[in-house]
């Protein structure tokens, strides 16, 4: 894939803010930066790095618009047992959600080139960075680390729709790891080779993050945290080790979130999703959408238009307590006859939509802890009071379990169900745990209603585009099942 515009930073928010650019970087007319340019000093990086973060809003990351979008948003929940098609769709997603699509499918090679956009941002942004080390160490340590987080986050997104075998050692092929703008051909590395490099990021970046000029976020205040800091590192690095199964490590980086995030409490829960500053709403790392930026979630339920494209299966509904449990009126609304998804509604009274998307909540630090503990012997007690911990927090008068064994496993699974529900896991928590999914209602829109472990479906195929791009990607590296 062939990049030599990199779009710049619309979040770089007001015409005011645009004027003050002009010095540093040449804002063209169709707001385009070109990469040829060179910065002169750390404030010219630190600009680059807001346009970084802007392009994680674009409709094929966890952006939303009205043809196939929300990649990381909703898509993965569209594609599970969570959701349900109904006759409102437009049928933007009916090859994905019925996992009908080849190399040549154009929201997949959307996703592939969105992604890489933002790698290839960040690698300006960390472009002879190094050289004005000394001018701001704490401010270079600052850039120079969200940066390397996100390059690491973004490719790790992108192995969990094309990586086959997801563990830490896995010979099968993982995705092109671009360190430098414009790097056109790159082979594909394996997925341990993937692991290594996303590992290496984040280990650096966490160092630097640990010694900066000011804080990234506002100290403990966990309502909007709209940048990388050291410990949102941490949350990646815990939800990176479980998908590579590496489990003591995972266990280790969410016990450090963990420590120094609380879990809201019951009376507060609502306030997350409305965007409600309420001091401390557990948000780890919250990505902002205000308006005109688009929408994270509106091709789930579009709330201006009352459309439900997908609705909520009725099998997730019945695993919630409805009388007690807090998640349940946080999650869901019914209006007429039928029931739809709620919780990106909007911020305060408002019903447009236009809500910050959570990325990283502490709740998958217990769910990700308690799922490690269950695979390190002599830890079922652990999982179950991470599990217990949660469950308390949510559920009014919630009476502690007393599981063990694959009783245990399944709860924690379940619960990892109901509170990440639409928040971009579900797809991948059964690929990554090697279950069958079972659309239990499945629907008239819906043509496949099971998928098999063993499915070439859950491995999207790498697009036609970046084979014929990429003289070092061929035919024979595609994915099993497309060529």
Request: hydrophobic share 40%; aromatic share 12%; charged share 20%.
């Amino acid at each position: 894939m062939k990049l030599k515009y990199i779009i710049f930073g619309m979040a770089i928010t007001g015409a005011s803010m645009f004027a003050a650019c002009n010095s540093v970087i040449d804002i063209e007319p169709e707001f385009v930066l070109d990469g040829s340019q060179r910065f002169n000093n750390l404030d010219d990086y630190e600009f680059a790095l807001i346009g970084t973060y802007a392009q994680f809003r674009s409709t094929a990351y966890y952006g939303n618009a009205s043809g196939p979008a929300g990649g990381f948003s909703t898509m993965p929940d569209m594609m599970s047992d969570n959701l349900t098609e109904t006759g409102e769709s437009l049928a933007n997603f009916r090859q994905l959600v019925n996992f009908d699509y080849a190399a040549d499918n154009t929201a997949i090679e959307g996703l592939w080139t969105a992604a890489y956009r933002i790698i290839a941002q960040a690698n300006i942004t960390l472009r002879g960075i190094d050289e004005f080390a000394s001018e701001n160490p704490g401010q270079y340590n600052r850039v120079k680390g969200q940066a390397l987080a996100i390059r690491a986050y973004v490719h790790f997104d992108l192995l969990r729709y094309f990586g086959d075998d997801l563990s830490v050692n896995s010979t099968s092929l993982g995705v092109p790891y671009k360190t430098e703008f414009n790097q056109d051909n790159i082979a594909r590395p394996t997925v341990a080779e993937s692991w290594q490099n996303i590992f290496a990021d984040l280990a650096e970046a966490k160092t630097l993050l640990s010694d900066t000029d000011r804080a990234i976020n506002s100290s403990g205040n966990f309502t909007l945290r709209a940048n990388i800091d050291e410990i949102t590192v941490d949350a990646i690095m815990a939800r990176a080790y479980l998908y590579s199964g590496q489990y003591q490590q995972a266990a280790d980086a969410a016990t450090d979130v963990i420590d120094q995030v609380p879990l809201v409490s019951r009376t507060s829960f609502a306030a997350i999703w409305r965007d409600e500053n309420v001091g401390s709403t557990e948000v780890i790392w919250s990505l902002p959408f205000n308006s005109g930026e688009g929408t994270p979630a509106t091709n789930v339920y579009f709330p201006s238009g009352n459309r439900s494209s997908f609705r909520p299966s009725e099998e997730v509904i019945g695993q919630f307590d409805q009388q007690n449990d807090i998640r349940y009126n946080a999650y869901f609304r019914t209006i007429g006859n039928r029931t739809v998804v709620s919780k990106f509604l909007g911020k305060g009274s408002l019903n447009d939509g236009i809500v910050n998307w959570k990325v990283i909540r502490v709740s998958e630090m217990y769910l990700i802890r308690a799922e490690a503990y269950t695979n390190i012997p002599g830890n079922e007690l652990n999982a179950l009071t991470d599990l217990n911990t949660l469950r308390a927090s949510r559920i009014e008068g919630y009476v502690p379990a007393v599981l063990a064994g694959e009783a245990l496993v399944d709860a924690i699974e379940l619960e990892r169900r109901k509170e990440l529900f639409v928040e971009g896991h579900r797809f991948f928590d059964i690929k990554r745990t090697t279950r069958n999914l079972v659309r239990s209602d499945c629907g008239t829109n819906f043509t496949t209603c099971t998928l098999a472990p063993d499915n070439r479906a859950w491995a999207w195929p790498i697009p036609i585009g970046e084979i014929i791009a990429n003289d070092l990607i061929s035919e024979s590296d595609q994915n099993p099942g497309y060529n």
